[in-house]
């Protein structure tokens, strides 16, 4: 990881740029200007703390030569030397082209000018105290070199190795890496504590910030993998990891299956029911004793009987690890979802699934309100409401920022949300003003991600569940890319089409249907009118008014949601399920999406 810190750096500071004989940033920069030779004297040291290291670790035969990828012999020098992409896959690092192209070229050059040829050192036994302290040191360097860039430079770089540790997380998925991750993250946040000078406060506590949000996401990964079914029974590595991120396997487990809820707790408010088939309804929650009960809201899963629909055992269990995770504390920030209480089965227990009235064929997750909180209302909601204001357009780009970052972040754990949409989009207040109408500007900075009911994790053996055919999921159908509404499995990319719907409705604050003149009454008796959604909305007419009310920036970001692959740097026939796949889709979302999102000011 801090090898990673001096990459960027150097990509930072201009470097990279002189070594592909682009100068005139180099020329342009006050990094080489003002601060030429200390740059020298730190990359000198650089060089001759880690050749004194090695030299050291090999007299004590801690480190020995060998040749060849993981010891084999068929590789050639060329190689090895020409594929530090297959380096970066096996120790689970992302390398991005230009990178790996940066690699070659330094490595060649190495060759070149070694008169000893090359070798390949890989530990015999580790020497733990003298690895930490190399790594101290190197921390020390990179960070002297990081001080001798401008504020907008450290900002960048910072998002840089964000970046890239976001990478890292995705390529994880065993306890026991997820485990040295946090730990690699708990090295550098201590040292970035310790060595923060007076004048780089502001620079080290975002730097702080990242690494505790990256630390809380592996975290949390961990656990979705302890509840995860298909994992099977831990081994012993795995039980030693879960004990260092503070999970035990048995609790999460039994917990997870502990969360549903009986029925007889759970009454719903007959005074905001709007229909025993609705998708979210208002509730009291009853504690197990019966003592008390506080409101909740549920969030409604239908489940079939008929012919190759899921079978309510393979919901059950999806909905069962679908709450786990809603309920496990602490969460990331940056999902922005509701803490679940459980869920329940609207079901009686012991009925067989063709017996069951088909008002009943629903699993219910139970969410806790905040305190002293009206109902939820939805985007969608304030969007119709003719009582709430246009919010200006500072609102709207935040808005649109949190959403983008939220979507990031769940995908990094491995999870497709499959429903995002303006009436998942929800926001709690303490009631109206004084005069009745909605503060539009206090409901949104408070946002709030629902709509799990069809989220899923996103490995390729993973079976997708469609929403049901009928008329009311035609308002949702216009919120899912056209390949979804055929049936294709869902993929991340998907999720991102969604976003850049929501995107255009905050853009025009108008509902997409609105915004394109679309009756639900007639695309419900026409589907190809709603398969023919995206296309005009990527109509170039549909995108300059995307642009006339937001400016360029937000113009491009929703774009490249709409456009997906082309835009996302996606390939036919990649699986998006694929590590080096998923990878790659999460650098570009976020440099097409989130970044762009990030660099309008209003």
Same mark, same amino acid.
């Given at each position: 990881?801090?090898?990673?810190?001096?990459?960027? *750096?150097?990509?930072?500071?201009?470097?990279?740029?002189?070594?592909?004989?682009?100068?005139?940033?180099?020329?342009?920069?006050?990094?080489?200007?003002?601060?030429?030779?200390?740059?020298?004297?730190?990359?000198?040291?650089?060089?001759?703390?880690?050749?004194?290291?090695?030299?050291?670790?090999?007299?004590?035969?801690?480190?020995?030569?060998?040749?060849?990828?993981?010891?084999?012999?068929?590789?050639?020098?060329?190689?090895?030397?020409? @594929?530090?992409?297959?380096?970066?896959?096996?120790?689970?690092?992302?390398?991005?082209?230009?990178?790996?192209?940066?690699? $070659?070229?330094?490595?060649?050059?190495?060759?070149?000018?070694?008169?000893?040829?090359?070798?390949?050192?890989?530990?015999?036994?580790?020497?733990?105290?003298?690895?930490?302290?190399?790594?101290?040191?190197?921390?020390?360097?990179?960070?002297?070199?990081?001080?001798?860039?401008?504020?907008?430079?450290?900002?960048?770089?910072?998002?840089?190795?964000?970046?890239?540790?976001?990478?890292?997380?995705?390529?994880?998925? $065993?306890?026991?890496?997820?485990?040295?991750?946090?730990?690699?993250?708990?090295?550098?946040?201590? #040292?970035?504590?310790?060595?923060?000078?007076?004048?780089?406060?502001?620079?080290?506590?975002?730097?702080?910030?990242?690494?505790?949000?990256?630390?809380?996401?592996?975290?949390? $990964? #961990?656990?979705?993998?302890?509840?995860?079914?298909?994992?099977?029974?831990?081994?012993?590595?795995?039980?030693?990891?879960?004990?260092?991120?503070?999970?035990?396997?048995?609790?999460?487990?039994?917990? #997870?299956?502990?969360?549903?809820?009986?029925?007889?707790?759970?009454?719903?408010?007959?005074?905001?029911?709007?229909?025993?088939?609705?998708?979210?309804?208002? #509730? *009291?929650? +009853?504690?197990?004793?019966?003592?008390?009960?506080?409101?909740?809201?549920?969030?409604?899963?239908?489940?079939?009987?008929? =012919?190759?629909?899921?079978?309510?055992?393979?919901?059950?269990?999806?909905?069962?690890?679908?709450? /786990?995770?809603?309920?496990? +504390?602490?969460?990331?920030? /940056?999902?922005?979802? =509701?803490?679940?209480?459980?869920?329940?089965?609207?079901?009686?227990?012991?009925?067989?699934?063709?017996?069951?009235?088909?008002?009943? +064929?629903?699993? !219910?997750?139970?969410?806790?309100? =905040?305190?002293?909180?009206?109902?939820?209302?939805?985007?969608?909601?304030?969007?119709?409401?003719?009582?709430?204001?246009?919010?200006?357009?500072?609102?709207?780009?935040?808005?649109?920022?949190?959403?983008?970052?939220?979507?990031?972040?769940?995908?990094?754990?491995?999870?497709?949300?499959?429903?995002?949409?303006?009436? @998942?989009?929800?926001?709690?207040?303490?009631?109206?003003?004084?005069?009745?109408?909605?503060?539009?500007?206090?409901?949104?900075?408070?946002?709030?991600?629902?709509?799990?009911?069809?989220?899923?994790?996103?490995?390729?053996?993973?079976?997708?569940?469609?929403?049901?055919?009928?008329?009311?999921?035609?308002?949702?159908?216009?919120?899912?890319? =056209?390949?979804?509404?055929?049936?294709? +499995?869902?993929?991340?990319?998907?999720?991102?089409?969604?976003?850049?719907?929501?995107?255009?409705?905050?853009?025009?604050?108008?509902?997409?249907?609105?915004?394109?003149?679309?009756?639900?009454?007639?695309?419900?008796?026409?589907?190809?009118?709603?398969?023919?959604?995206?296309?005009?909305?990527?109509?170039?007419?549909?995108?300059?008014?995307?642009?006339?009310?937001?400016?360029?920036?937000?113009?491009?970001?929703?774009?490249?949601?709409?456009?997906?692959?082309? $835009?996302?740097?996606?390939?036919? !026939?990649?699986?998006?399920?694929?590590?080096?796949?998923?990878?790659?889709?999460?650098?570009?979302?976020?440099?097409?999406?989130?970044?762009?999102?990030?660099?309008?000011?209003?």
């Amino acid at each position: 990881m801090e090898q990673q810190r001096l990459y960027a *750096w150097s990509d930072a500071s201009g470097l990279l740029d002189l070594d592909a004989n682009n100068h005139e940033r180099v020329l342009g920069s006050n990094v080489f200007g003002l601060h030429r030779q200390t740059v020298l004297d730190l990359l000198v040291q650089v060089q001759c703390l880690f050749d004194e290291f090695t030299a050291h670790q090999r007299r004590h035969d801690n480190l020995h030569p060998v040749r060849g990828g993981e010891g084999s012999s068929s590789d050639t020098d060329d190689d090895v030397l020409g @594929n530090p992409d297959r380096d970066a896959r096996q120790a689970g690092f992302p390398m991005s082209e230009r990178k790996r192209d940066f690699f $070659k070229k330094a490595m060649a050059g190495l060759k070149l000018k070694s008169t000893a040829g090359w070798v390949r050192l890989r530990w015999t036994t580790l020497d733990r105290d003298a690895f930490e302290r190399l790594l101290t040191r190197f921390a020390q360097l990179n960070d002297a070199m990081t001080g001798l860039l401008d504020h907008s430079l450290q900002a960048e770089m910072r998002q840089t190795v964000h970046e890239t540790n976001r990478g890292v997380l995705l390529l994880h998925r $065993k306890l026991a890496d997820l485990g040295h991750l946090v730990l690699a993250l708990k090295s550098q946040l201590e #040292a970035a504590s310790s060595s923060a000078s007076p004048s780089s406060k502001k620079s080290s506590a975002s730097s702080r910030e990242a690494l505790k949000q990256l630390s809380s996401l592996a975290r949390f $990964k #961990a656990f979705s993998e302890t509840v995860d079914p298909r994992s099977g029974p831990p081994s012993a590595v795995d039980v030693a990891a879960a004990r260092l991120l503070g999970l035990e396997l048995e609790t999460s487990v039994s917990a #997870a299956r502990s969360l549903e809820l009986a029925r007889s707790q759970v009454e719903l408010d007959q005074a905001t029911a709007g229909g025993e088939l609705e998708v979210r309804s208002e #509730a *009291w929650l +009853r504690e197990q004793n019966g003592s008390s009960r506080k409101r909740v809201w549920i969030e409604w899963k239908e489940y079939e009987s008929g =012919p190759g629909s899921l079978s309510k055992t393979a919901v059950v269990t999806r909905v069962q690890q679908l709450a /786990a995770l809603l309920n496990h +504390r602490p969460k990331p920030e /940056a999902f922005c979802t =509701p803490h679940c209480l459980g869920f329940v089965d609207a079901a009686e227990r012991g009925v067989a699934v063709r017996d069951v009235d088909i008002a009943d +064929r629903r699993l !219910g997750l139970v969410f806790e309100r =905040p305190l002293n909180q009206v109902s939820p209302v939805s985007l969608r909601e304030l969007i119709g409401d003719k009582s709430v204001r246009k919010p200006r357009v500072t609102e709207r780009v935040w808005l649109a920022r949190h959403l983008a970052n939220s979507l990031l972040y769940l995908h990094s754990v491995n999870w497709l949300h499959k429903g995002l949409r303006s009436s @998942n989009v929800l926001f709690f207040s303490d009631g109206g003003n004084a005069d009745g109408a909605r503060s539009v500007d206090e409901l949104l900075c408070k946002p709030c991600l629902a709509g799990f009911d069809f989220s899923r994790p996103s490995g390729s053996d993973e079976m997708t569940e469609a929403p049901r055919g009928d008329a009311a999921a035609v308002e949702s159908d216009l919120y899912r890319h =056209p390949r979804a509404q055929q049936g294709e +499995r869902s993929t991340k990319s998907f999720d991102i089409y969604g976003l850049g719907v929501v995107l255009v409705e905050l853009a025009h604050w108008r509902s997409v249907q609105d915004v394109l003149g679309i009756s639900l009454s007639s695309a419900a008796c026409n589907r190809e009118l709603v398969r023919g959604v995206r296309e005009q909305l990527v109509a170039a007419p549909a995108m300059a008014s995307v642009g006339a009310e937001m400016g360029g920036r937000f113009q491009e970001a929703t774009l490249a949601c709409l456009k997906g692959a082309e $835009k996302l740097d996606l390939r036919l !026939g990649d699986d998006e399920a694929a590590d080096d796949v998923a990878e790659r889709l999460s650098a570009r979302f976020y440099e097409a999406v989130v970044k762009k999102l990030g660099e309008i000011v209003v």
